[in-house]
C-alpha cells in the first residue's frame, strides 16, 4: 500500500511560482510511474502532468507545457511539479497519484491506484 502527501501549495499572484513536493511511503522499494492532476470548484479532476518509473519520460497536458515540469527523486521517493508562469486558471486542488503496476507516463485517471489528499493552489490576478 502507496501513502502519498503533498505540500508546497498556496497563494501567488499571477506570472508568479511555485514548487509542489509529493512525499511516497510504504510500497516503495521498486519505483512506479506518478503524476499530478489538478481539480477546480464545480469542474472534474483533470491530468496535469505524469513521469515514468525511471523519470526518463514525461507528459503534460497542453495547458501547462513548457510553464510545469515534473521531475523526481527516486532516492528520496519524492515527486516534484516547478509550476511557473502561473495563471488564475491554474487555481485548483493538486493532487499527487501513482500508478503502482506502471512503468510510463500516463494521462488516464483509470490508470491511478493511490492519490494524495490534495494541496490548495490559488493564483490571484
Known amino acids: 500500500q502507496v501513502q502519498l502527501v503533498e505540500s508546497g501549495g498556496g497563494l501567488v499572484q499571477a506570472g508568479g511560482s511555485l514548487r509542489l513536493s509529493c512525499a511516497a511511503s510504504?510500497?516503495?522499494?521498486?519505483?512506479?510511474?506518478m503524476g499530478w492532476f489538478r481539480q477546480a470548484p464545480g469542474k472534474e479532476r483533470e491530468f496535469v502532468a505524469s513521469i515514468s518509473r525511471s523519470g526518463g519520460s514525461t507528459s503534460y497536458e497542453d495547458s501547462v507545457k513548457g510553464r510545469f515540469t515534473i521531475s523526481r527523486d527516486n532516492a528520496k521517493n519524492t515527486l516534484y511539479l516547478q509550476m511557473n508562469s502561473l495563471k488564475p486558471e491554474d487555481t485548483a486542488v493538486y493532487y499527487c497519484?501513482?500508478?503502482?503496476?506502471?512503468?510510463?507516463?500516463?494521462?488516464?485517471?483509470?490508470?491511478?491506484?493511490?492519490w494524495g489528499q490534495g494541496t490548495q493552489v490559488t493564483v490571484s490576478s
Open positions: 510504504g510500497r516503495t522499494v521498486r519505483p512506479y510511474a
Open positions: 497519484s501513482a500508478d503502482t503496476s506502471g512503468l510510463f507516463a500516463y494521462s488516464s485517471k483509470s490508470r491511478v491506484s493511490a
